[in-house]
């Protein structure tokens, strides 16, 4: 069986090393200087993770992509990991506002759904965007940029510059998942690969890290919902 990848180069990286995406996609990052030739030879060597992976319960290609939620009164929406009531209000102002529920300006109705993407994205930066930099002080690592992102299969990935990028729809998944997500980015500054190493630094940071996957690997999908 051919193993189809895409290949991304860049001056910094020094090693070769392979991810498959949440769409089962298989992207291989490599140095500049790395050959095709030895690209594929390292792909084939690892070619029975690969298929371990793509046949992993968290990739969603083969998934219907969930359907959303209409933003009426009566729905609800997931934020840190809870089910809150959405309630239509007749307010001047343009801001949703959280007091244990939703409260979605009727001023709203022609972008209901751009508008509860906008307050997830303000809600990521404020309540996310902290914890990386209490987390980074405590595994004593540096980064260099933080940044809440739209990314349709990843939760969060670290750059070859040393970025840290978590996708905006982690807001609403319970705050132990969060954690996981930044503890594992953040690891990358000490282990590029997912060695032992590796996982052991993300489980001393965060114990509960195989229930945080395990949830993901459950209910991932579900952050996907339009709202």
Known sequence: MDISYSVKRSSKRTKITITVERDRTVVVQA?????DEAIARIVKAKRYWIYEKTGHGQKYSDRPHPPGKELVNGE?????????????????????????????????ASHKKGAMREWYIARARERILPRVVKQARELGVSFGRARIVDSRYRWGSCTVHDNINLNWRLIKAPIFVVDYVIAHELAHLLEPNHTPRFWNIVKTQVPTMDRARSWLRDHGQILEEEV
């Open 76 to 108: 609800s929406a997931l934020y840190l990991g809870r089910r809150y009531r959405i309630e239509i209000v007749d307010d001047a102002t343009e801001c949703i506002r959280f007091d244990q529920r939703f409260l979605v300006p009727a001023s709203c």
């Open 31 to 35: 140095p500049n200087r790395a050959s």
